[in-house]
């Protein structure tokens, strides 16, 4: 079983910076592709960037150049450092841990709260 634990969400102005962290319990952490979601009200949760157990990150078009996705195996913990932020990235953030393999569990954190004032 695991459990993911946001942290690291706040108010912030536009042009700021804040560091999300996405904390693990379990065994599976370090061979899991981790992801960070975000959904703003009236829109679907939208990918944001991803890294695999190996370290290769994605971002989305939208945080390519702003948005940064770490982990540390060790501390079993995924980072999402968001500089430049706009009120567009207002949205409620969460981590996702995928499934490892086929008919395995994939995983959800409660998500935190970003909100970027203009």
């Known amino acids: 079983q695991v459990q993911l634990v946001e942290s690291g969400g706040g108010l912030v102005q536009a042009g700021g910076s804040l560091r999300l962290s996405c904390a693990a319990s379990?065994?599976?952490?370090?061979?899991?592709?981790m992801d960070w979601y975000r959904q703003s009200p009236g829109k679907q949760r939208e990918l944001v960037a991803t890294?695999?157990?190996?370290?290769?990150?994605n971002y989305a078009d939208s945080v390519k150049g702003r948005f940064t996705i770490s982990r540390d195996n060790g501390k079993k913990t995924v980072y999402l450092q968001m500089n430049s932020l706009k009120p567009e990235d207002t949205a409620v953030y969460y981590c996702?841990?995928?499934?490892?393999?086929?008919?395995?569990?994939?995983?959800w954190g409660q998500g935190t709260q970003v909100t970027v004032s203009s």
């Open positions: 996702y841990l995928r499934k490892i393999v086929i008919g395995a569990n994939d995983y």
């Open positions: 890294i695999t157990s190996g370290g290769r990150a």
């Open positions: 379990g065994t599976i952490f370090s061979i899991a592709t």
